[in-house]
């Protein structure tokens, strides 16, 4: 099972060290030591964490101020449904959550599970960049 640094885990959530570390201090983010002593928390306990915040920031939404995502989105892969042909691999960047579709053998050869660290690229021919009412 991977595991993360607090720091890396900062980066991953998009939010600062300290964030992380009090997390990991009142209970919040269960974290443990890795044998050179250094705190870390657990790929599986990441993704979990990484969807419960998704879904109560998704719950108290706010209008979107301004926004043009980059193509690059790196996260935490949260969830991996597969079927006997294709795969469901969903990742939380930050506060975004990105679905892919892919066929099975590719994610079988990405060894794609909740915990794994993953990039979404995204390329598109339609992107909509808004700009809400202030």
């Given amino acids: ?6 720091s890396e885990a900062a980066d991953l959530l998009g939010v600062s060290y300290d964030t992380v570390r ?6 919040r983010l269960a ?10 928390i657990e790929g599986a306990e990441l993704a979990r964490f990484c969807t419960v915040a998704a879904e109560s920031e998704r ?7 301004g926004q043009s995502a980059r ?15 294709m795969a469901q691999v969903e990742i939380q960047a930050g506060p975004h959550r990105v679905v892919s579709l892919m066929s099975r053998e590719a994610c079988d050869e ?25």
């Fill in 22 to 27: 009090r997390w990991a201090d009142s209970g």
């Fill in 1 to 6: 099972m991977s595991e993360f640094r607090l």
């Fill in 59 to 65: 719950g108290g939404e706010r209008r979107v101020v």
């Fill in 71 to 85: 193509n690059r989105l790196p996260g935490i892969v949260t969830k991996v449904t597969r079927d006997t042909v």
């Fill in 110 to 134: 990405l060894a794609l599970e909740p915990g794994a660290r993953a990039v979404a690229a995204v390329k598109a021919t339609n992107v909509i960049v808004e700009i809400p009412e202030t």
């Fill in 31 to 40: 974290s443990s030591a890795d044998q050179a002593g250094r705190r870390v």
